[in-house]
Nanobody, 122 residues
Framework: QVQLVESGGGLVQAGGSLRISCVAS???????????MGWYRQAPGKERELVAT?????????HYADSVKGRFTISRDNSRKMIRLQINSAKPEDTAVYYC???????????WGQGTQVTVSA
């Protein structure tokens, strides 16, 4: 139903900024509208963890992991079927593969992107 494609990953220095994006390329706006979107990440040797989520309600209610709160910002553009994660004050521990996730609030279906690598150098 949905194909999620991440982009924008790369290498940044500690303290720097990076923006990654996720586009739902195989869905329609009306379907994207009902999805809770999120970013997860998986660092080497660690379990995949939630980074941030944004709901479809109103302008979108957000939730952040404590480790990124105040530094990361998640946003969505329903017309473009896109979510973004703005990474500021990057830390080496932010280094991970970042995955885009969707959860359909009606069908309860969940989809994952292939991930984009974010590397933060000390």
């Amino acid at each position: 139903q949905v194909q999620l494609v991440e982009s924008g990953g790369g290498l940044v220095q500690a303290g720097g900024s990076l923006r990654i994006s996720c586009v739902a390329s195989r869905t329609i706006t009306s379907v994207f509208w009902q999805k809770t979107m999120g970013w997860y990440r998986q660092a080497p040797g660690k379990e995949r963890e939630l980074v941030a989520t944004i709901t479809s309600s109103g302008s979108g209610s957000t939730h952040y992991a404590d480790s990124v709160k105040g530094r990361f910002t998640i946003s969505r553009d329903n017309s473009r079927k896109m979510i973004r994660l703005q990474i500021n004050s990057a830390k080496p521990e932010d280094t991970a593969v970042y995955y885009c996730n969707s959860f359909d609030e009606v069908t309860k279906a969940s989809d994952w992107g292939q991930g984009t690598q974010v590397t933060v150098s000390a």
